[in-house]
């Protein structure tokens, strides 16, 4: 069974940065993580979705709220994905999700296609 653990969250001042870090195991070769993604969740507001992308770094999918601020990437050797979150505002605050899936094609910011998921960070913007 795939395991995504979620780390960099933090709490930050508006206009501030954070990167945070999701690191998957428990995958095989059989199985590789084709699609790997960003979700948030904030109290009282329905889960959305930030950002995904494929194997390949030109796939890649934002939200309009995070385009132009936030970055995925993803570092296949390590089996990590990133998510650079730059000019933070408030309404970024909510607990942050990782998430995986293993088919070979198919990828988007739409949580239905994900079978992976990890526990969340937590990330608080302040003003």
């Known amino acids: 069974q795939v395991q995504l653990v979620e780390s960099g969250g933090g709490s930050v001042q508006a206009g501030g940065s954070l990167r945070l870090s999701c690191a998957a195991s428990g995958y095989t070769s059989s199985t590789p993580l084709y699609c790997m993604g960003w979700f948030r969740q904030a109290p009282g507001k329905n889960r959305e979705g930030v950002a995904a992308?494929?194997?390949?770094?030109?796939?890649?999918y934002y939200s309009d709220s995070v385009k132009g601020r936030f970055t995925i990437s993803r570092d296949n050797a390590k089996n990590t994905l990133y998510l650079q979150m730059n000019s933070l505002k408030p309404e970024d605050t909510a607990l942050y999700y990782c998430a995986a899936r293993s088919r070979t094609y198919g990828c988007g910011t739409v949580d239905s296609i994900f079978a992976y998921w990890g526990q969340g960070t937590q990330v608080t913007v302040t003003t």
């Open positions: 992308m494929g194997r390949g770094s030109g796939l890649k």
